[in-house]
Every structure is written in C-alpha cells, then in structure tokens.
Nanobody, 115 residues
Framework: QVQLVESGGGLVQAGGSLTLSCAAS????????MAWFRQAPGKERDFVAR????????SYADSAKGRFTISRDNAKNTVSLEMNHLRPEDTAVYYC????????WGQGTQVTVSS
C-alpha cells in the first residue's frame, strides 16, 4: 500500500512563501494522479491543486491560481506545493491526496499565515 507523508508546513507572515512536500512509498507512484487539499478550522476539506500522472497537466482552485504551483518528481516519489503570496485565509491543514482506485490521504501538515 502507498503511504503519504507531508512536510514543510509552518508559520509564515502574510505575503510570505512556503513549499509543502509529500513523500510517497511504493513503486507505483507515477501511475496515480496527485492532489493537495486543505481544511480550515470548522470548514470542509477543499481542493487546492492537482497534477496528472506524468505532471503535464495541472489545475488549481480559484483561490490558488497565480500563487500556488503543484509539481511532482516521479523519480523521487514526491509531489510538492509551492505557495507564494500567502494570505491569512490560506491557514489550514494541508493534505496530500493520491488518486486512482485506492485513494490515499496523508496525515496533513499545518500552515498558519499571520496577518
């Protein structure tokens, strides 16, 4: 089974940047689309960005367009989310998501943006 472990969260001031990483175990990582979701306190888990198996296709939530970039390195079994121009409303727990027939979620990493 594939397991996902996120890292890179933390506290940052508004306007700052963070890059989240998700490391996946297993040899079939490159066969699955990947995504990032986030969940703010008291709110539902929301889609942030996704990337195709080969990395050639990406899409973003409107709130992330122009500020966030999703990428993956299939040789290293990692997917990243570069976040720039962060806003207090980006504060949430960010989750890595593996698609396909056997969906997997990471444990989440906290991102806190102070005003």
């Amino acid at each position: 089974q594939v397991q996902l472990v996120e890292s890179g969260g933390g506290l940052v001031q508004a306007g700052g940047s963070l890059t989240l990483s998700c490391a996946a175990s297993g040899r079939t990582f490159s066969t699955y689309p990947m995504a990032w979701f986030r969940q703010a306190p008291g709110k539902e888990r929301d889609f942030v960005a996704r990337i195709s198996r080969g990395g050639g296709f990406t899409s973003y939530a409107d709130s992330a367009k122009g500020r966030f970039t999703i990428s993956r390195d299939n040789a290293k079994n990692t997917v990243s989310l570069e976040m720039n121009h962060l806003r207090p409303e980006d504060t949430a727990v960010y989750y890595c998501y593996l698609g396909g027939p056997n969906v997997r979620w990471g444990q989440g990493t906290q991102v806190t943006v102070s005003s």
